[in-house]
């Protein structure tokens, strides 16, 4: 099977985001400061500033265009366990069309998730999850969802030095997503996965990927088929 890296932004692919401000907030949900960026917050602030000035907040806010739910990519933290991969978090972040802007994340129940064969042999860790829509969702998402863990691809890696994570690339996995899980479409590498010890640079990434706690951080954005 066909690993998708990078594709263009008009066929649907992973597009790369602005990675200080996406590993920012992924790290503000995950624990970890292996991205940290103390510039986040306020940037943050003003994504959901934005989001909320469609509802015409204010006199200066009104002529502000509503945000537009373009793109999206998963947050997740997997624990593999005896080599059995668990879902244990799942968050879908909801990015405007200025690949900047998180929109809504829309927490999923993790427990709905069901490990499954990796669909292609770069991957050892697979999970399969149908997602739950709610009344206030701002975006209409595939389901179901593969999400797992495999080796490293090159043009993760090249992303990873922005992050501050060159000197531990090689400690590093892929994370890796299908959405929707169906044969038909491409696996898409979105970002990394790693434990703690991992991000410090503990020693190589061999598949499988050992047991232990991974949180999947994105890297990459992939286009809604909604989106504009």
């Known amino acids: 099977m066909r690993v998708r890296r990078r594709v263009r932004a008009d066929q649907g692919a992973p597009m790369t985001l602005r990675t200080s401000i996406l590993c920012a907030a992924l790290c503000a949900g995950s624990g970890l ?10 940037q ?5 500033n934005v989001a909320d000035t469609g509802a015409g907040e204010s006199g200066d806010q009104d002529s502000s265009p509503p945000p537009e739910p373009t793109w ?3 947050r997740a933290v997997i624990d593999v366990a005896a080599g059995v991969p668990t879902l244990s978090q799942l968050t879908i972040l909801v990015v405007d069309v200025d690949m900047t802007t998180v929109v809504c994340e829309l927490a ?5 998730a069901v490990a499954e064969a990796p669909p292609d042999d770069t991957v050892s860790a697979w999970l399969v999850e149908t997602l739950t829509p709610g009344d206030a969702d701002c975006a209409e998402l595939p389901s179901p969802i ?3 863990i495999g080796s490293l691809p090159a043009d ?14 090689d400690s590093l996995f892929g994370a ?21 010890d991992d991000l410090a640079g503990d020693d ?21 088929s909604t989106g504009g």
Do not use: H, M, W
């Open 44 to 48: 943050a602030d003003s994504a959901t």
């Open 146 to 148: 593969g999400i797992g």
């Open 108 to 112: 999923q129940d993790a427990t709905l």
């Open 72 to 74: 999206f990519t998963p």
């Open 204 to 224: 190589a990434a061999t598949l499988p990927a050992p047991d232990g706690q991974y949180v999947l951080n994105p890297l990459f954005l992939l286009k809604l």
């Open 33 to 42: 400061t292996a991205c940290a960026s103390n510039s986040f917050k306020g």
């Open 156 to 169: 993760v890696r090249a992303q990873l030095g922005p992050s501050g994570l060159d000197d531990v690339a």
């Open 176 to 196: 890796y997503v299908r959405a929707p899980e169906s044969e038909s479409e491409e696996l898409a590498a979105f970002g990394y996965a790693g434990t703690p």
